[in-house]
């Protein structure tokens, strides 16, 4: 059976594909300047026997062409950019860059697909169509390396039927996978406010216009743009993260900086939601005698999984793992740069199990500590080779 055709040789590879991992993990490149990752992509296909060519910065796209006649085309993709965050795990391939790290899984979303392309190249003369091979840029800065490539033709000559692709997730076991037809991932949008006031000494309010307090009223009236207008029936999130004043305890500033994000799963109220953020921020700055600038960075669109390519993946997940292997998932309010293949193609974004309470792997995503189990990259190389032939099939 190709099932077990499949699991021997991802076995046989795993090694590999840890090596492929590490290397990557001891020398994290920041969105958009991934040479040196591209350039050990381009390697290792190369290698293969694999044709590639570059798209976009850094971007790399390769095609695997099935020995059996079929004009159909499938998509697999992988992230390949780091954090800017100073490791602190204790490993023989700690990131080699300070305050540079793969703290988001994205050297084992490139591993994996290496390893999958090995997979899929040798058993080429098992499946007919073509499997594009989609190593993707800056997905962890705006504008998102996905809306780069596809405006530069990554979807096109050929252009896929479908696109699949997965994340690693510390919160769900090794050993399994997490699938939801529909609405996944959220929106994400930037938000940059400048608050500005009349500065002076903190003794003297009576002199001032604090913008201090401007800015905190903003901060807590915003708040219902999430409990008073939105729909109940669509998740949303308004956070400030960052709050700069500058002043002391004894100067009120001049002016607050602010800065936070917006995540919504509804292209319409997320319009909305933009204008009544700054109608009430500059509202409250103009009736407190100060003044509001809010700006808003669009960001990426809500990841929308195709509900028959997902159940077909889910299907397809239960045959290779199990059926107690393959789990659902809520909502999650993290926002990913596929979103944009799922908004021009059919697309299914899944979550791979890298977490192990029994050795300590359960740091989340985006923090110094961040680890996975990388017994999961057996799982995660044999399973997006099975999907990717058996959906080529359907």
């Avoid at 994290?28 to 570059?54: C, D, H, N, R, V």
């Avoid at 697309?347 to 029994?358: D, K």
């Avoid at 792997?361 to 110094?368: N, V, Y």
Wanted: net charge negative; aromatic share 6%; proline share 5%.
């Amino acid at each position: 059976m190709i099932v077990e055709r499949i699991k021997k040789i991802a076995s046989d590879i795993h090694p590999l594909v840890i090596a492929h991992r590490r290397h990557l993990h001891a020398h994290p490149e920041l969105s958009f300047q991934e040479k040196e990752t591209s350039a050990y992509i381009k390697k290792e296909l190369s290698e293969m026997g694999i044709p590639w060519q570059p798209v976009s910065e850094n971007g790399v796209v390769a095609l695997i062409r099935g020995g059996k006649p079929s004009d159909r085309v499938l998509a697999l993709r992988a992230d390949m950019d780091a954090l800017p965050i100073r490791e602190q795990n204790r490993l023989d391939y700690c990131s080699t860059r300070e305050g540079v790290m793969h703290a988001c899984g994205h050297d084992a979303h490139t591993a994996s697909l290496l390893g999958s392309a090995y997979i899929l190249n040798a058993l080429r003369t098992e499946f007919g169509g073509t499997i594009k091979l989609i190593f993707q840029p800056g997905e962890e800065k705006l504008p998102g390396g996905a809306s780069m490539m596809i405006k530069e033709g990554v979807l096109e000559n050929p252009r896929p039927e479908a696109i699949i692709g997965q994340h690693c997730m510390p919160s769900l076991e090794t050993g399994k996978i997490a699938i939801r037809p529909g609405k996944f991932m959220a929106s994400m949008d930037e938000l940059q406010v400048w608050v500005h006031g009349k500065g002076g000494h903190a003794a003297q309010p009576q002199q001032n216009i604090d913008p201090v307090v401007i800015a905190a009223h903003i901060i807590v009236a915003l708040q219902q743009i999430v409990s008073r207008t939105a729909n109940p029936s669509h998740p949303t999130v308004l956070s400030f993260g960052k709050v700069v004043a500058n002043g002391a305890i004894n100067v009120i500033p001049d002016e607050v900086h602010l800065e936070g994000t917006f995540r919504t799963m509804d292209e319409s109220w997320r319009e909305q939601a933009h204008t009544a953020m700054f109608r009430m921020a500059t509202g409250i700055a103009e009736s407190m005698g100060g003044a509001c600038e809010f700006r808003i960075v669009k960001g990426y669109p809500f990841l929308l999984n195709d509900e028959k390519l997902s159940e077909s993946v889910r299907a397809h997940a239960i045959e290779y793992l199990g059926p107690e292997q393959v789990v659902d998932w809520d909502p999650w309010m993290a926002a990913e740069d596929f979103a944009y293949y799922s908004q021009v193609a059919t697309g299914c974004f899944y979550l791979l199990g890298t977490g192990n309470v029994h050795k300590g792997i359960m740091s989340a995503l985006h923090t110094p500590t961040f680890n996975i189990d990388e017994t999961a990259l057996e799982l995660s190389t044999g399973l997006m080779a099975y999907l990717a032939m058996k959906e080529l099939k359907n």
